[in-house]
């Protein structure tokens, strides 16, 4: 069973996290069956950025990485407290741990802003949220990042990352298609009416 780590931030925008537990949903039961996913968070209740609340299955303490294949991370509303949890030590630390492994690291949005502070991203290509004024563009950017900022879903070795919400899709099957098949996710995507 390929395993994949849910990481929520209080202040996540469900969309964002709803595409990674519904495909790779869909394929644990429609597809090839070789997928899981796992939430974890660093509280015991999260609030996503409209308010609907989230229970995850494991703390970030208890992660223990050997057992995961792929590390997904939706991104979130800062009015919401979204960089409160994302800009944490347990969340750069959880996200060097699964890139020092190779793992695959899947982000939607604002999404890849963690993952570039963390460091990893440093000298590398990425994207994130574009529209407004490009702040957030510029923000991963001063992290080290090349952003790619006309491209909306940019993938540097094991990384991915996305510029806004309606990548979301994009991005899960994206992951999926790496941790099982191009075959195999294009029967998940037909069966989801893709």
């Known amino acids: 069973m390929k395993k994949v780590l849910l990481l929520l931030a209080n202040g996540f925008e469900a969309v964002e996290a709803s595409v990674f537990t519904d495909v790779i949903g869909w394929n644990k039961l429609e597809g090839d069956g070789t997928t899981d996913l796992v939430t974890v968070g660093i509280r015991e209740k999260l ?8 229970i995850p299955e494991i703390s970030i303490s208890e992660v223990k990485i050997d057992e995961f294949h792929a590390l997904a991370i939706p991104g979130g509303f800062e009015e919401a407290g979204f960089y409160e949890d994302a800009f944490s030590e347990d969340f750069f630390n959880l996200i060097r741990e699964f890139d020092k492994a190779g793992k695959i690291i899947a982000s939607i949005c604002v999404g890849a802003l963690p993952i570039g502070k963390s460091g990893v991203l440093a000298g590398r290509n ?12 510029k923000q991963l950017a001063d992290f080290g990042a090349n952003v790619l900022g006309d491209e909306p879903i940019v993938i540097d070795k094991n990384i991915i990352t996305s510029y806004n919400p309606s990548t979301a899709f994009d991005v899960a099957f994206t992951l999926l298609e790496l941790l099982t098949s191009k075959e195999n996710c294009n029967h998940v995507k037909k069966l989801m009416g893709f």
């Open 126 to 137: 990425a994207t994130t949220y574009h529209l407004g004024n490009g702040q957030r563009q």
């Open 47 to 54: 609030k996503c950025t409209f308010n609907f609340t989230v």
